[in-house]
């Protein structure tokens, strides 16, 4: 019987006897690849398990090789990654040497090389662990199959890794980003270098990247480094059955560890690793698609909530909804807008639409990230829209991300303004609902100002098109009595 391994403390040699593995080897001859070849079957029921792999590899391997086989009746989808010796056991991520999900069937490393989404470095010898994770699996089940190469030679030159620039300039000003966006080394469909080319075209200022389950990509980006173009490390944090979560603003070499449920209780851990690095934690699309994916993990333990993914629609709208019922409970989490972009021009998530722009201190990760901690950001359709949003009480101002300090009864007014829209609605929101509308200019240029009777707790704009999609949306301007950051 096949059984979970999330929670065991079985070795290696047990698994080996409950997935009822063969080994068949060929015979060893000195630089003659050995093939090992390991297979079963997962039941129905293995639905969202994890199944570990043994793999021995001896000394004086120069390079690795897995393919993976099985049947793809029914829609089969069985993710595949590998640990080398250092560790594999979840909440430990040392032996970390690559993750491809369900974009690929076969895979190399060595010294110097790795398929993307791969690790490259040294082959040490030890026991490796495949790991296969079946996320859509057939009534009847699943046979599966694993032909592992193992190549003798000599060690050719180590992997240096390139990881990107962190500062690109200190001038202050609101930069332009795609927070969520995949390449070759997770399921995109795009080179890092075609990645980046089409950023600057987009009038993109930074990149924040994030693949599936592994930061093989944020150990090269400074390869293809790009003039005025930040490209941030992230990861998209990826389980299907229950959500994705995009860790923003990492370290080149942290890996955030994905293999938990929500019984565990631990997922406070990993969000808490990503702050401790200075980045964020956002919720992912949480309503895309109804039956999978759909975010179970508890929403206090996260910084802000992808509310614009893609192309306008329905899901949006039901985030957006979301992140206003919590903004309504005194819980000031950051709205982020990003593609998700997979593949390139004229699909329905295009590099840079929509974007997040973000006031910072400056064009580097540090500056970026502490923007998006302040909540100093709002979200755009696409490179021409730029706006301001202001609130004033008495001689106090304050902007998009901060909190006006306004003593009870004072009145406070609101300005707008807004270019790269020439139809539509602006709307001026607060806990109540609606405060006010206007319609945007059709000159391309919308400036209003908006006395307010009443006091909210906090201010946004949303401008929709006239057949109501999003155009823009703020994040809130907050108002209290005391000074102070929102919600405390
Ligand atoms: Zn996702
Ligand atoms: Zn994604």
């Given at each position: ?171 202050p000003g609101w930069y332009q980003g ?126 802000g909530?992808?509310v614009w ?14 992140w206003?019922?919590?903004l309504?409970?005194?819980?000031p989490l950051l709205a982020v807008a ?17 974007r997040t722009v973000v006031q910072a201190t ?6 970026i990230?502490q923007g998006l901690r302040a909540r100093r950001a709002y979200l755009a359709?696409?490179?021409?829209l730029r706006l301001t949003l202001t609130a004033w009480?008495?001689?106090a101002s304050a902007g998009i991300g901060d909190t006006l ?7 406070l007014?609101v300005a707008f303004e807004l ?7 602006v709307t001026l929101l607060g ?17 209003v100002?908006w ?5 909210p707790r906090y201010l946004r704009v949303e401008v ?8 823009a949306l703020t994040n809130p301007i907050w108002v209290s009595?005391?000074?102070?950051r929102a919600g405390?």
């Amino acid at each position: 019987m096949l059984r979970c391994a999330l929670h065991d403390g079985l070795p290696a040699a047990t698994w080996a006897l409950l997935l009822g593995l063969c080994c068949l080897a060929g015979p060893v001859a000195a630089q003659t690849p050995t093939e090992l070849v390991r297979q079963g079957h997962m039941p129905a029921d293995s639905l969202f398990r994890l199944f570990y792999v043994p793999i021995e590899v001896p000394a004086g391997t120069a390079e690795i090789r897995v393919r993976e086989d099985y049947g793809h009746d029914g829609g089969n989808v069985l993710n595949m990654g590998i640990y080398d010796p250092a560790g594999y056991r979840p909440g430990t991520t040392a032996g970390f040497r690559g993750w491809s999900g369900g974009a690929k069937t076969a895979f190399f490393i060595n010294a110097q090389a790795a398929s993307t989404g791969y690790v490259p470095g040294p082959v040490r010898p030890g026991t490796w662990h495949v790991l296969l994770y079946p996320s859509t699996i057939a009534p009847a089940g699943l046979d599966w199959k694993l032909t592992v190469t193992l190549v003798p030679g000599p060690v050719g030159p180590l992997f240096v890794p390139a990881p990107a620039a962190t500062v690109i300039n200190t001038r202050p000003g609101w930069y332009q980003g795609d927070l969520h966006l995949h390449t070759l080394h997770s399921d995109g469909r795009r080179t890092p270098a075609e990645l980046v080319d089409e950023a600057v075209a987009q009038g993109l200022d930074f990149i924040i990247s994030t693949e599936h389950n592994t930061n093989s990509a944020n150990l090269s980006w400074g390869r293809y480094a790009r003039p005025n173009l930040l490209v941030i490390n992230g990861e998209e944090v990826t389980t299907t059955a229950f959500g994705h979560w995009n860790a923003l603003g990492l370290e080149p070499t942290t890996l955030i560890d994905w293999r938990y449920v929500p019984a565990d209780s631990s997922i406070a851990r990993y969000t808490a690793q990503v702050r401790a690095l200075g980045g964020l934690a956002i919720i992912n699309h949480p309503f895309f698609p109804d039956t999978v994916n759909r975010f179970r993990f508890g929403v206090r333990h996260f910084d802000g909530i992808e509310v614009w993914n893609g192309r306008w629609d329905a899901r949006n709208e039901r985030a957006l909804a979301w992140w206003d019922a919590l903004l309504r409970q005194g819980r000031p989490l950051l709205a982020v807008a990003a593609s998700d972009t997979h593949t390139a021009a004229l699909s329905p998530n295009q590099l840079g639409r929509p974007r997040t722009v973000v006031q910072a201190t400056g064009l580097s990760r540090a500056g970026i990230m502490q923007g998006l901690r302040a909540r100093r950001a709002y979200l755009a359709a696409d490179r021409a829209l730029r706006l301001t949003l202001t609130a004033w009480a008495g001689g106090a101002s304050a902007g998009i991300g901060d909190t006006l300090v306004a003593a009870a009864g004072q009145r406070l007014e609101v300005a707008f303004e807004l270019r790269g829209a020439s139809a539509g609605t602006v709307t001026l929101l607060g806990e109540s609902g609606v405060l006010a509308t206007s319609p945007v200019a059709a000159t391309g240029s919308t400036a209003v100002r908006w006395p307010l009777a009443g006091r909210p707790r906090y201010l946004r704009v949303e401008v929709r098109n006239p057949t109501g999609a999003m155009l823009a949306l703020t994040n809130p301007i907050w108002v209290s009595s005391r000074p102070g950051r929102a919600g405390k």
